[in-house]
C-alpha cells in the first residue's frame, strides 16, 4: 500500500518552455502533498507543501511564480515549471501523506534536464 | 550545527554482515522518526516509521530510538549487495515539516 507515482520520470526541454510534472496517490487520499528538489550527493530540499483545496504554501527562497503547484484533488498535485532555464535542472520529487501522524511516501522523482 | 547530524560514509560491508547507521539530533521537539532507503535516481522508499522510545523490527531491519540521548539507529541484518542504497533519516515534530539528514552511503560488497 501506499504507493505514489510520479510523471514522467525524465523530460528534456529547451530552455523558455514550461514543464509540468504529475504527482499522484494511487492507494490512499494524500490529504497533503509535498514538492522537492535534490541536487547530487545532497539531501531533499523542501520546496513546498500543499493541501487539497488550499494554495501551496512555499519555502523561503522559492519562487512561487516560476514553480505553480496545483492540488485539486485528494489524489492529484501538479508541479508547473513556467519558463525554465538550465539552472532550473535537477532531480524533483514528490511526497504525500494521508492523516499528520502518517509518514510520507515518495514518489520516483522526475529528472528534469534544460538545454 | 545541523539540526540532525548523520555521517555520510561510505559504509563498506561484505554481504551477510550486520549494517548499523544512526543519526543524532538536537530538537526534543521531534516526535516521529523515520528511515528512508534512495537507490540512485529514484524517490526515497520508507524503511521504519516509529514516534517512540525502543526498537522496531521488520524482518531484517530494527530501528531504535533513544529520545533521552536523541540519538536513532537503524540495523540491517544479514546484509545483501540489494542494499547498497544511500540511507535517510527523517524526523518531524508536530507539524507537516520532514527534517532530513544528510544520508549515508552503504556498499555492501558480494
Known amino acids: 500500500g501506499a504507493v505514489v507515482s510520479q510523471h514522467p520520470s525524465w523530460v528534456i526541454c529547451k530552455s523558455g518552455t514550461s514543464v509540468k510534472i504529475e504527482c499522484r496517490s494511487l492507494?490512499?487520499?494524500?490529504?497533503?502533498m509535498f514538492w522537492y528538489r535534490q541536487f547530487p550527493k545532497q539531501s531533499l530540499m523542501l520546496m513546498a507543501t500543499?493541501?487539497?483545496?488550499?494554495?501551496?504554501?512555499?519555502e523561503q527562497g522559492v519562487e512561487k511564480d516560476k514553480f505553480l503547484i496545483n492540488h485539486a484533488s485528494l489524489t492529484l498535485s501538479t508541479l508547473t515549471v513556467t519558463s525554465a532555464h538550465p539552472e532550473d535542472s535537477s532531480f524533483y520529487i514528490c511526497s504525500a501523506r494521508g492523516d499528520p501522524d502518517q509518514p510520507q511516501h515518495f514518489g520516483d522523482g522526475t529528472r528534469l534536464s534544460i538545454l | 550545527q545541523k539540526e540532525v547530524e548523520q555521517d555520510p560514509g561510505p559504509l563498506s560491508v561484505p554481504e551477510g554482515a550486520i549494517v548499523s547507521l544512526n543519526c543524532t539530533y538536537s530538537n526534543s521537539a521531534f516526535q516521529y522518526f523515520m528511515w528512508y532507503r534512495q537507490y540512485s535516481r529514484k524517490g526515497p522508499e520508507l524503511l521504519m516509521y516509529t514516534y517512540s522510545s525502543g526498537n522496531k523490527e521488520d524482518g531484517r531491519f530494527t530501528a531504535q530510538v533513544d529520545k533521552s540521548s536523541k540519538y536513532i539507529s537503524l540495523f540491517i541484518r544479514d546484509s545483501q549487495p540489494s542494499d547498497s542504497a544511500t540511507y535517510l533519516c527523517a524526523l518531524k515534530a508536530a507539524g507537516n515539516k520532514l527534517t532530513f539528514g544528510g544520508g549515508t552511503r552503504v556498499l555492501v560488497k558480494p
Open positions: 500543499s493541501n487539497e483545496g488550499s494554495k501551496a504554501t512555499y
Open positions: 492507494d490512499f487520499q494524500a490529504t497533503t
